[in-house]
């Protein structure tokens, strides 16, 4: 890198910033200043008509400043009286936003997270579903609503389902929205939708057939895999129950898994892609049914790879009730949780086998509160996380030890929450208030 002159004056909004091609050339290529530079960061000026190398920007001067200090030590002080979000603007302009949000958090650790904000929705009840988004953002599905946001917290146009129960929602990338959402009876609708995250607009549906002819269905939970396809639970009017599959990019449907006799598939409550295996988990869980029905459908082979429930098993009072489950492939094992979070382990190597109960993990005993929400498992980078009342443990190593808990007694019972963007969001089950937990950026030494 090779720079003719390495000194560079700015006027911006009538400020006069000095600084040096070094320091702007932090800000990358896809920056305004890197449109200032030639394929070999030279500054691209001519001497004749601009011989001080002064280059006016008609821009906010102070918030200026502070971008310009983020290139300078790569770290974002931000004064008290500034806006955080005219600061963001600013930002946009210069092509700096994720030179903000990599200083503002690092990349996601459990061992250091830390609650960096509350949201507060427009509508009291339970929500629905939270999902975190791939670039920081997240939504919140209610009722017939899907509430999005951005990375910066600010809430784009709303996904309504005019009066459809919203079932499940998930991010196809940070531009797309998956939605689930019921039958209508006598309306013909129903099923999954893609819309716009950032317009809420409808830009596709996808469609069961069965016997050549197109069917109204109620979707329930969603899952993707790595090779683009959208995986859901469906129950139609006659034999439309099992697991639909549609390609992502051209929204058709290019498989169905019927529900085989006695067992439950079109009511799963949740699925998960396994990579390793390429098979798919389904599991439906108490109370939707009386009992619980885990399996692993592979699509390939067209069979039931293994299965689990606890059908005519011994129930010590609700005490074992399996509440969620979640595959963990590198401990060929699914990981399930009660309503008092004792985690439970199954062998997927082995067909119907026992549960074994984790006694460590437990931490409560006792009167539930009022209005308990059910505990919710998610695994990510070897950590397992589990939803209790108003707080989420972290359990980490070959025993599951427990390692910290997030809580915040603010907004009522924990329904939901979800890790992605480098933030965990978590759910509060009243006034639809949800939580933000963010690691802070490593010291610079």
Not at 58 to 71: E, M, Q, S, T, Y
Not at 294 to 313: H, N
Not at 363 to 376: Q, T
Request: glycine share 10%; net charge negative; charged share 20%.
């Amino acid at each position: 890198m090779g720079y003719q002159q390495n000194r560079v004056r700015l006027n911006v909004g009538g400020g006069i910033f000095e600084t040096t091609v070094t320091t702007l050339a932090n800000a990358g290529r896809n920056s305004l200043f890197g449109a200032m530079f030639d394929d070999s960061w030279n500054l691209q000026s001519d001497t004749n008509t601009n011989p001080t190398n002064e280059y006016f920007i008609d821009r906010n001067p102070d918030c200026f400043a502070v971008l310009l200090d983020l290139l300078r030590t790569n770290e974002l002080c931000v004064p008290t009286n500034m806006s955080e979000k005219l600061l963001y603007r600013e930002a946009l302009y210069y092509g700096l936003l994720d030179h903000v949000r990599s200083a503002k958090w690092g990349p996601f650790d459990a061992n250091r997270l830390r609650l960096s904000g509350t949201v507060a929705g427009q509508a009291p009840g339970d929500g629905t579903a939270i999902r975190a988004g791939p670039d920081g953002g997240c939504c919140v599905a209610h009722g017939c609503m899907v509430h999005v946001y951005d990375w910066m917290m600010d809430e784009h146009p709303p996904i309504s389902l005019d009066y459809q129960r919203v079932n499940d929602v998930g991010w196809l990338d940070s531009e797309n929205i998956v939605v689930s959402v019921c039958e209508r009876m006598g309306r013909g609708d129903g099923g999954i939708g893609l819309f716009s995250s950032s317009s809420g607009e409808l830009r596709d549906k996808f469609q069961v057939s069965h016997e050549n002819q197109v069917k109204s269905y109620t979707a329930g939970a969603l899952s993707f895999s790595s090779d683009y396809k959208i995986f859901s639970s469906c129950k139609g009017r006659s034999n439309e129950y099992g697991i639909g599959v549609w390609d992502q990019i051209t929204g058709k449907q290019t498989d169905f898994f019927y529900e085989p006799l006695g067992w439950s598939l079109g009511d799963a409550d949740k699925l998960q892609w396994l990579n390793g295996s390429n098979c798919l988990l389904v599991a439906t869980l108490f109370p939707r049914k009386d009992n619980c029905y885990i399996s692993l459908l592979d699509f390939r082979e067209k069979k039931m790879v293994w299965s689990w429930s606890d059908m005519g098993a011994p129930v010590m009072v609700d005490e074992k009730r399996v509440r969620d489950a979640i595959a963990m492939e590198e401990s060929n094992a699914i990981c399930v949780v009660n309503e008092y979070e004792d985690l439970g382990f199954i062998d997927i190597r082995n067909s119907g086998g026992s549960v074994r109960w984790s006694s460590r993990s437990k931490l409560m005993k006792g009167k539930m509160p009022d209005e308990p929400c059910y505990p919710k498992l998610a695994l990510h980078e070897g950590q397992l996380f589990s939803s209790m009342n108003d707080s989420i443990s972290v359990f980490c190593g070959p025993d599951w030890v427990l390692i910290s808990r997030l809580r915040r007694s603010y907004g009522g019972s924990i329904c939901d929450f979800s890790i992605g963007g480098d933030r965990l969001f978590a759910l509060h089950s009243e006034d639809i208030v949800y939580d933000i937990w963010e690691t802070p950026p490593a010291p610079i030494i």
